[in-house]
């Protein structure tokens, strides 16, 4: 049985006494581990203390983005081995926001996809399509493509630790949420992607989100389907008590 994630994308939100609060808010409310994954992904300057703070609690802390060098002359990055060192988990790559602002490709996804693991940090992988290639039926190619081009060169099992997070473009923050249906037949047709390229066993374990407008109304049908196993959510996730009924229907 697969355990449903649920990730708060905060984006670029919050002061860090705000930031601070909300995990004073909602740290010990979160249930256990073994029924539901709690995670927030901040902004790379409270990482640190956010993750100082939740030690030993069961909310994790993740960045939204990283290099995949491990150091040197790149201006303004932040490197996997640094993010290991002051305690995040996790790390968003590829977010759609990534791709269509700051260049992020396929190829730096497979890249950093692969340093994530070197450093013992749990990748969570976003693929979408636009509305344009919903409308021009593409869906379900364009993932496979983003999907397969992401693990290619993991071993089996990093690709079962691997987190795939399925937003699609349209329904990122414009209220508009893919029907379940509909999400759960992409989130299906991915499993059957990473079968292709692993085993039975390994698609089974791969835990996959949905993500785009995901909010405490919606979340129950989402998480009901058979291929989706959590949420990755942006703006529901900024209030304590919307992100603590988004993590209390992923325990149920
Ligand atoms: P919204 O939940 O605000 O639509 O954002 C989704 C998202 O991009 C999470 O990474």
Redo the contacts with the bound molecule.
């Keep these: 049985m697969r355990k449903n994630v649920i990730a708060g ?1 905060w984006k670029m939100n919050k002061t860090l006494s705000e930031a601070t609060q909300f995990v004073d808010d909602v740290m010990d409310k979160i249930p256990s581990e073994d029924k539901v994954e709690a995670i927030v992904c901040a902004p790379f300057p409270y990482l640190a203390s956010l993750a100082e703070k939740t030690k030993g609690t069961n909310v994790k802390v993740s960045a939204q983005n990283m290099h995949f060098e491990d150091n040197g002359a790149f201006t303004g990055e932040v490197s996997p081995v640094m993010l290991k060192d002051i305690g995040v988990t996790h790390v968003v790559i590829g ?1 759609s926001e990534r791709r269509e602002y700051f260049a992020e490709t396929d190829e730096t996804v497979n890249k950093k996809t692969h340093a994530a693991f070197n450093h013992g940090l749990t990748p969570i992988v976003c693929v979408g399509e636009t509305l344009e290639q919903r409308e021009a039926n593409e869906t379900k190619s364009l993932v496979e493509t983003q999907v397969k081009k992401a693990i290619e060169g993991l071993s089996n099992e990093q690709v079962a630790q691997t987190i795939i997070a399925y ?1 699609p473009v349209w ?3 414009t209220g508009k949420t893919a029907s379940s249906e509909d999400a759960n037949e992409v989130c299906a047709h991915i499993r059957q992607v990473v079968k292709s390229v692993t085993d039975e066993v390994t698609a089974e374990a791969v835990i996959i989100q949905y ?4 909010k405490p109304s919606n979340v129950d049908e989402l998480l009901a389907q058979s291929d989706i196993d959590g949420a ?5 996730s900024l209030e304590a008590d919307s992100f603590l009924q988004l993590v209390e229907a992923g325990a149920k």
């Design positions: 994308n977010h937003e329904a990122i923050g993500g785009g407008s995901v990755l959510v942006g703006g529901a």
